[in-house]
């Protein structure tokens, strides 16, 4: 932040996955004198520098932006095919509305003609209008995420999109994702390569160690020793 002259803004990132996008009024009361007064979380994340917090306030311009998009596109989704290559200005997020929708209902049974599917989608869409907006009308060096699934990943596509350097925090690890590697997955992808560089006795120590994070990742245990 210092080397931009930049702000640390902190964002709540778990609509449409633990919660809806709408806000009580009690939410905002308590939001909006928790993030005043520093109470609570508010407090811990303003010791380390950063300047304020955001909730998604979805406003009616998002959702009748969203309205239009489903009633321009929602007949083309058949399955989940269809949807899964859903995008919005070129940024493909058929996929996270597919697997935020499993999330947070615990339902792997779609009805694609559900009143209740077609509610998530268009929620979902005016999350992406919210979040579009505030990137185009905000000036963004860098975004750091937890998350780049479900829909925590909406923010890193339209940052993406954006070309703004992009991060994921993963265990132990900080992941650079960009327009050709676009999810914390690419750390993956390249590890054939890499094991094919190694020694014979490194491979079998590599693989003794992926035997050990095994067993223990299938007697249950979670956590970092398993990361």
Request: charged share 25%; aromatic share 16%; glycine share 4%.
């Amino acid at each position: 932040a210092q080397k931009t002259n930049s702000k640390i803004v902190a964002f709540s990132n778990i609509n449409l996955v633990v919660r809806p996008n709408k806000y009580s009024i009690l939410e905002k009361i308590k939001f909006y004198v928790s993030n005043t007064l520093g109470l609570n979380f508010f407090g811990i994340y303003k010791s380390f520098g950063c300047a304020e917090i955001i909730f998604p306030n979805i406003s009616d311009k998002n959702i009748e932006f969203a309205k239009d998009i489903f009633n321009k596109n929602y007949n083309l989704i058949k399955d989940e095919y269809d949807l899964m290559n859903f995008s919005i200005k070129g940024i493909k997020i058929g996929d996270l509305i597919l697997d935020s929708y499993i999330k947070y209902f615990k339902n792997y049974d779609i009805d694609f003609g559900s009143k209740g599917f077609q509610n998530y989608f268009i929620d979902f869409i005016s999350l992406y209008s919210y979040w579009e907006t505030y990137f185009s009308t905000n000036k963004i060096n860098s975004l750091i995420v937890a998350h780049d699934f479900y829909a925590y990943g909406l923010i890193t596509r339209i940052s993406i999109k954006n070309n703004i350097d992009t991060y994921v925090q993963a265990s132990s690890r900080l992941l650079k994702i960009d327009k050709k590697n676009e999810t914390s997955n690419v750390q993956f992808i390249h590890l054939k390569k890499i094991f094919s560089n190694f020694s014979e006795i490194e491979k079998i120590k590599c693989k003794k160690l992926a035997e050990k994070f095994l067993d223990y990742k299938f007697s249950g245990k979670t956590g970092v020793i398993i990361n």
